[in-house]
DNA sequence: AACAAGCGTTGATATAGATCAATCACTGTT
DNA sequence: AACAGTGATTGATCTATATCAACGCTTGTT
């Protein structure tokens, strides 16, 4: 990604490979001190917050960095907790930041991840500004879809590694309703399901149903 | 904030004081190619997405820089739009990042602004969480409030500056039950509502209908 | 001052989805 | 293999909120 063999060298230096976590185990907890950025290998995290009920903040996939929103932070605000097996990498930020100091190509990698983070949280809020219950969950399925295969994963058919109270905390609904639209979604073709497994057989109507613009017809408009 | 007289003066000699701005102007529009970030010196901007009907993604305030999602695209993905007379500050951004190459002290800064901007939007995924309309306007409020005195103004009393449609599309309901809703808090002495004027009157009621932790007793843990 | 146009409020109605309750199906453990 | 415990599904009911419709109030313009 625009580093020199030398550059890349000095990052390993101080990434921690650490041992991979079980599903149900914590990456970081909300309040613990603040050190490290956390990249995922491979597996699946998902961030939630517990004041009050339990809230799930997102869904984070390999090649995601997350601790992000604690960075200007003592100490980290939500929870991040492994949804299946997965690897880990630790980035302690505090001697990232001195290395990135002296490789403006890093500093420059950086800005574009946390672009991209915030990217990512606007197309959700996009999703979750939707006023019913259907198209919020078309649109979650379909943005899945489209983060899986852009990491060279099947877009129509995989494995969902939440569980149907995460997906419904995260969407804003209840795990009924959950529940309910994807039986009607798999009733009407739109998609086959069976419990964490999904197929999707039906990609335009599934756009339909978003309300979302496909992903083929997306803005190119130029000034 | 940390920088040195010949940073700030470096970095003056790049920043662009555009004229101000008046109200229903846009400060980009979706589509137009990335060139700068825009810092909010004075009034207010909604960002929002027209794909499909227009979304409103978010109210921003002065000190809070605008346009962060673009950095590692090449076009804006949504439109900015001045909400009231403001005066914003375009910075080149591939400018910026050359100066700030060579001073850590502004690249951490950087860093921390794109921090506390993700943290800001997982704020507004904690409040859009929330299944009832209710509640997402209470903490609404409330979280309007915390940032309007975190910049020197009243936390009690202050003026809307989006319609409630842009808090309707914002908060994902019909703007009736925006109306509504704000009738209820208001004959509830919650607080005092007319037109855009808002004056809360009970705090700790707001907190307990908008089902948040009050900020007084926010997460302090430690490890 | 009068007017238009947009914005906000209010009321009536319909319905999507929450809630409550019961059952069923996995998953993992002894 | 049996069991418990959790997670998912389904059904019935009720309510919050979307929707439809009408009206009133501001604000800005001629």
Redesign the pocket.
């Given at each position: 990604m625009g580093l020199t063999n030398g550059d890349v060298e000095k990052l390993e230096t101080i990434i921690k490979h650490a041992r991979p976590l079980r599903r149900g185990e914590h990456v970081f907890h909300a309040g613990e001190r603040f050190q490290s950025l956390y990249v995922i290998k491979t597996g699946c995290v998902k961030t939630y917050d517990a004041q009050g009920k339990h809230q799930v903040l997102g869904f984070h996939l390999p090649g995601d960095l997350v601790g992000l929103d604690a960075i200007d932070k003592t100490c980290h605000l939500c929870s991040a907790q492994v949804l299946e097996s997965s690897a880990i990498c630790e980035l302690p930020f505090q001697r990232f930041e001195e290395i990135a100091s002296h490789l403006p190509s890093l500093q420059h990698q950086m800005y574009r991840l946390l672009s991209k983070e915030i990217s990512q949280e606007t197309e959700i809020l996009l999703l979750r500004g939707k006023?019913?219950?259907?198209e919020r969950l078309a649109a979650f399925l379909l943005h899945l879809s489209q983060r899986l295969s852009k990491r060279g994963l099947s877009a129509t058919d995989f494995y969902l590694n939440m569980?149907?109270?995460d997906i419904s905390s995260y969407l804003?609904?209840?795990?009924?309703?959950?529940?309910?639209l994807?039986?009607r979604f798999n009733d009407q073709g739109l998609l086959r399901?069976s419990?964490k497994h999904v197929e999707i057989l039906d990609f335009a109507a599934l756009e339909r149903v978003s309300g979302m613009v496909p992903i083929s017809a997306q803005r190119q408009r130029m000034p």
């Amino acid at each position: 990604m625009g580093l020199t063999n030398g550059d890349v060298e000095k990052l390993e230096t101080i990434i921690k490979h650490a041992r991979p976590l079980r599903r149900g185990e914590h990456v970081f907890h909300a309040g613990e001190r603040f050190q490290s950025l956390y990249v995922i290998k491979t597996g699946c995290v998902k961030t939630y917050d517990a004041q009050g009920k339990h809230q799930v903040l997102g869904f984070h996939l390999p090649g995601d960095l997350v601790g992000l929103d604690a960075i200007d932070k003592t100490c980290h605000l939500c929870s991040a907790q492994v949804l299946e097996s997965s690897a880990i990498c630790e980035l302690p930020f505090q001697r990232f930041e001195e290395i990135a100091s002296h490789l403006p190509s890093l500093q420059h990698q950086m800005y574009r991840l946390l672009s991209k983070e915030i990217s990512q949280e606007t197309e959700i809020l996009l999703l979750r500004g939707k006023t019913n219950a259907e198209e919020r969950l078309a649109a979650f399925l379909l943005h899945l879809s489209q983060r899986l295969s852009k990491r060279g994963l099947s877009a129509t058919d995989f494995y969902l590694n939440m569980s149907r109270n995460d997906i419904s905390s995260y969407l804003g609904m209840a795990v009924e309703t959950v529940s309910r639209l994807f039986r009607r979604f798999n009733d009407q073709g739109l998609l086959r399901v069976s419990h964490k497994h999904v197929e999707i057989l039906d990609f335009a109507a599934l756009e339909r149903v978003s309300g979302m613009v496909p992903i083929s017809a997306q803005r190119q408009r130029m000034p």
